[in-house]
Structure formats: C-alpha cells, structure tokens
C-alpha cells in the first residue's frame, strides 16, 4: 500500500501560484503548432504545385518532340489539329516555371511571389489555352477515326506506348487531355495554398486575387470554346441540291422563318424598334468592304489571266487571292446567321420583358446570339487586319510582276526601236522632227473630222431594243421628237416611284425636277409606266429613220426580187443624191449571212427586210459585198457625202 503525505498548506499555495501559468502556456503552444502544420502544408502545395509544373512540361515537351516527329505519316493538317499550338503553351509554360522555381530561394516570400506570378501570366495563359481547347473536340474527332482503321491505330499506339508508357490503352486521349487538366488544376492548387495561410498573412490577398484570376480564365476559355462551336456550326459552306433544300424543311423550321420574317416586316414597318450596335455595324461595314475589294481584284486578275497567260501570276497572285475569297467565306455566313440569331434575340427579349419568362429554347437562342455576337465582336477586327495584310501582299506581288512584265516591254521596245529609220537622230531634231509631224497631222485630222461631222447622222447612245418601234412611235406621236431620251445604261428603281429601265429604252420627259426640285431626278413617260429616273443616264434621243422610209429613200423597185436600186438621175459623179443611206453605227458580221458596217459607212440597201419579210433586217451591199444588217443600224445622210475620203500623204 502506498500512503500519500496530506499537502501542506505552503505547497497547495505554491500549487495554486502556479496553475494559471499552466494554463495560459497550453494555447500558445497549440497556436503555435496550428501555425506549424499551416506552414508546413503551404511549403508542401507550394512544392507539389512546382514538382507537378516539372512533370507537365516534359510530358508537353515529350508530345512536341518525340511523339509528333513519329508520327510523320499522318497529313500535316492532321498533325496540326492533334497537337495544335502546343508549341505556343510550351513556350508560355517554361517561362512560367522558372519564374516558379526562382521564388524557391526566397523562402519567406515564396507564396507571396507566387500569388503574383499567377497574375502576371494569366492573360498569356488565357490565349494560348483557350485556343488549344477550341480544337480539342476536333482532335479527339481524329483520334476516334484512326481507330476504325486497326492498322494505323496499332501504329499509332505503339509510339505512344513506347515514349510514354503510363499512356496505356488511352494512347493519344491521354495524352490530348492533359493541358485540358492542367488548366482546370491551377486554381484548385492556388486554393489549397490559400487554405493553409493565415488570413492576416500579406500574401493572403494576392493569393486571392490569384484563385479568382484563375478561376476567371477557365470561365473565359469555356466561353470561348462555346462561340466556337456555334461559329464552326454556322460557318459550314454546303453545296446542296434543291431537293437537299427541301428535305430539310419541316414545321420547325417553317416557324422559324415565319417569326423571323414577322419580325423584320415590324421592324421595317416602324412598329418595333431594331436593336441597334453601333461596334458591329462598323466591323461589319469594314468587313464587307475588304471583302468587295477581293472579289474585285479576284475578277480583275481572271480578266488579266484571259489575256495573258502567266505562269508566275496565276501561282503568286491568282491562286492566294482564291485562298482569301474562300477564308471569307465562313464570316460571311456567320454575319448572316448573326441577323437571323438577332431576330430570334429580339423576340425573345420582347417576350421576356411581357411575360417575364421564357421556355429553354428560346434561351438557348438567346444565348446562341450572344455567343455569335461576342464572337464576331472580338474576332472580327483581327481578321480584318489579317485579311488587309494578305490583300496587302498580294497587291504588293501584283504590282512587282506588273513592273517585271512592264522591264521585259521596255526591253523589246528598245530592240525595236534601233531598227528605226530616226534612231540614229539626235533627241533635240528628232523632237523638231515629231513636232512638224504632228502639226501636219493635226490640220488633216481637223479636215477629216469636219468631214465626218458632215457625214455623220445625229448621234444616238444606243441601238433601239427589239421589237421597240412600236413603242418609239406613239411616244413620238404624243410628245413629238424634242422630248425622247434615251437610257443609257441599266436603271435599278430604289423608291416606290422610280423605275427600273435597261439601256437603250425610249422614254419621253414629263418634268425635269422631281416634287422636291431635284433636278438629278427627271419625271418620264415609257409609254406605259411613268416614274423617276437619273437625270445622268438620259441622253436625247435622235429618231432613227424606219424602214419604210429607208426603203422610200433606196428608192426600191416594186419587185422584191430585183437586187438593184432603181437608177438614180445623173449627178456630179463624185456627190451622190441627198437621200443615201450610211451606217449609223458600227456592225459586226456573226456569220456569212451578214456584213460588217463602220459607223458612216455608205450603204446600197437591196432589200429592206429579210427573207421572211422582217424589216428588222435589211440585205445590203458594202463595197461590193452583201449580207444582211440591222434596220435600225442604217440613217439617211442630211447632206452630200463625200466619197473615197483618204488622208492627205
């Protein structure tokens, strides 16, 4: 049995003096140990954070070198949607962990460095993978193909087991996924060093800021793999049957071009009004206007092609310039769905704003609109930029071949140009020379022209429109000559009083100023629709003789089967009579049945009509050769014509 002594009262007082300190010790020493646990843990998310950037790198770097180089067999375009811009992250990675590993020597900062490191490089980290995951789907697309052919899958799975080994069954998947991981681990690891520092801790609210940075890029990346899967399913250019077409049309479908088409016709009538977006309309006007420019220049350089075979032109202009009205293609589409995806927009928001809710369709078409929308918003400048860039080369070869094709010219000029009788004249007399020459010249081109002026009928700008006699008659009969006009070149009517006209109508003016005194802007009368037109695309009209007057004036014998004019009574034998025919315009023969005219031409009209008795055509005879011309084509001459013109020697 053991006895205890019964404490005296000195050592309970002494007993009693040191119990509170006892206990005021005990929770400093755990604070204490909570900090070093904290501690502890921080050190070690920090160090796991940098072991596992080590271990990520060399697997990126392993994909970039070893994998992709064995797997040379697969089509560049595929090797370029498997590994994307892998290079892009490997780059932005190996700077991010060494910045990573120099915070190792400065141990009482570290988190500190850390949470800033983060931030600094969250805008880089946010390019480069958001691009890499828009084209994830795609390459996994790929790799689900490879599989279907057991060969190249075995192939294919072979090196990647042999660079890789804990890749397994997975193959490619397992690796592709990987910066898909990575991306999505960052704040997860941020989070976790967060939890174990102290909220009073200087680094806490950089390591704050840092989580949510993170955190905000894996928002901004989801977002943007979404507009791109609504923009790679819009942007799709299909060549399909008109059979195609309507298989597709059901009662969906239906309803939405009908609600779509509703909307815009109350948009157009003012009773609801249009969304307006000021920033789109000027990419969009940007946009289009680049794009005009390449189809332009697209057409320009076929012509050029046409008429001049270069080898070089068609590899160095003609086939880039293809390549780039084919890249506009898909913005093009993806501009036109936007205003459909608008439409729908619209309706749904008038909805929402009524009723105050709307059914999961018709959110997912709001959403489908603002995704397009964001997406052309923030893409569209770039693109502009790189297109202006591409046509900026292009021009810049264009014009390099011109001035090489423009050299090699020069060159034979000047081959050509020795073999001149002058060459061998001094510049000073051989410009007295031209000069003399040219004087000459001047004084017998103003003889001829006053000749000519002499011999030619009233100008007119067009050829009369088949089967338009009739129609020139009663507008000659009703306003008289002074007042027909005649179009000369196509008229679209924009307005509800404006006319549509091709070249060559006859029309007759009514008042030349519209109601508001616009004088660009004629009143005219086609002898069955009245309306506006541009005053610029009018010329006064010259009425073409018809071809009963032309066949007066031949002076025809009533059989129609003599091919002779009836003799003329004799005058001077180098003036004919005052009523002879001329061409009054130039004419080009299609086939042995016709002959060429040239504007001014003398002409024998044989017969004023064709075999089937058409006076639309009449057979004449053209220094010494016949055919048939247009009736419309011939004028009386006013005054004496002067045979056999010849320039003076």
């Not at 059979?243 to 969906?252: K, S, V």
């Not at 010249?441 to 700008?461: C, G, I």
């Not at 007066?552 to 003036?575: F, H, M, W, Y």
Request: neutral net charge; glycine residues 6%.
């Amino acid at each position: 049995m053991i006895f205890r002594r019964k404490p005296e009262p000195a050592d309970m007082a002494k007993h009693g003096a040191d119990e509170p300190s006892s206990r005021s010790g005990s929770p400093d020493r755990e604070g204490r140990a909570s900090e070093d646990r904290s501690l502890l843990h921080q050190r070690l998310a920090v160090r796991e954070l940098i072991d596992t950037e080590v271990s990520y790198l060399h697997m990126l770097q392993l994909c970039a070198s070893d994998i992709r180089s064995r797997l040379q067999q697969l089509p560049q375009g595929d090797l370029d949607v498997l590994f994307s811009n892998i290079d892009d992250i490997i780059k932005v990675n190996s700077r991010f962990l060494h910045d990573l590993q120099e915070t190792a020597s400065k141990e009482e900062e570290q988190v500190q460095l850390v949470g800033n490191i983060f931030l600094e490089f969250q805008e880089e980290l946010e390019q480069v993978y958001k691009v890499y995951c828009a084209s994830y789907d795609q390459a996994l697309l790929l790799v689900d193909t490879y599989r279907k052919e057991p060969e190249l899958q075995r192939h294919i799975q072979g090196i990647v087991e042999a660079v890789v080994p804990q890749a397994g069954s997975s193959g490619l998947s397992f690796l592709l996924v990987i910066p898909l991981q990575r991306i999505t681990r960052y704040p997860l690891l941020l989070q976790k060093i967060l939890e174990n520092t102290v909220p009073d801790a200087s680094a806490y609210p950089v390591l704050q800021r840092a989580v949510s940075a993170l955190q905000d890029v894996n928002t901004n990346i989801n977002e943007y793999k979404m507009r791109k899967e609504v923009a790679s399913k819009y942007t799709k250019v299909e060549q399909l049957t008109l059979r195609e077409r309507l298989a597709r049309i059901n009662t969906h479908t239906l309803s939405k071009k009908t609600t779509r088409l509703s909307q815009l016709l109350k948009q157009e009538a003012g009773l609801i009004p249009r969304t307006e977006d000021k920033e789109f309309d000027d990419l969009e006007e940007r946009f289009q206007w680049v794009s005009l420019c390449v189809t332009e220049l697209k057409n320009n350089v076929a012509a050029y092609l046409d008429n001049l075979q270069k080898q070089r032109l068609e590899g160095l202009v003609w086939q880039p310039l293809c390549s780039l009205a084919k890249a506009l293609l898909g913005p093009q589409n993806l501009i036109k769905k936007r205003l459909d995806k608008l439409l729908d927009f619209e309706r749904v928001e008038e909805k929402l704003l009524e009723v105050g809710s709307v059914t999961y369709q018709e959110e997912a078409a709001r959403h489908t609109y603002q995704a397009l929308n964001s997406l052309l918003v923030a893409e569209l400048p770039q693109f502009n930029q790189l297109v202006m860039q591409w046509l900026g080369q292009i021009m810049c070869t264009f014009v390099t071949l011109q001035r090489d094709l423009a050299k090699q010219v020069l060159q034979r000029a000047e081959g050509s140009m020795a073999q001149l009788p002058h060459h061998h004249v001094p510049e000073p007399a051989f410009r007295k020379l031209v000069e003399d020459a040219l004087g000459r010249t001047s004084n017998q081109l103003r003889s001829f022209q006053e000749t000519f002026e002499k011999v030619q009928p009233p100008p007119t700008t067009q050829p009369l429109l088949p089967g338009s006699e009739r129609q020139v008659q009663a507008l000659l009969s009703r306003y008289g000559p002074g007042k027909l006009y005649q179009v000369t070149s196509n008229i679209s009517g924009t307005g509800t009083l404006d006319l549509t006209l091709p070249r060559g109508q006859i029309v007759a003016i009514l008042q030349n100023k519209d109601t508001k005194g616009n004088s660009g802007r004629w009143l005219v009368d086609t002898g069955g629709h009245r309306g506006y037109v541009p005053a610029g695309k009018l010329q006064l009209y010259h009425v073409v003789p018809s071809a009963e007057e032309l066949r007066r004036q031949a002076g025809l014998n009533k059989d129609p089967r003599c091919l002779t004019p009836e003799p003329s009574p004799a005058l001077v034998p180098s003036i004919p009579t005052m009523n002879q025919v001329i061409a009054a315009y130039p004419f080009v023969a299609r086939s042995s049945h016709e002959v060429s005219l040239q504007a001014g031409q003398p002409v024998t009209i044989l017969e004023a009509q064709d075999k089937k008795g058409n006076p639309e055509w009449s057979l004449v005879e053209v220094n010494g050769q016949r055919g048939y011309v247009p009736s419309g084509f011939l004028a009386r001459a006013r005054s004496p014509v002067l045979w056999g013109w010849s320039l003076p020697s």
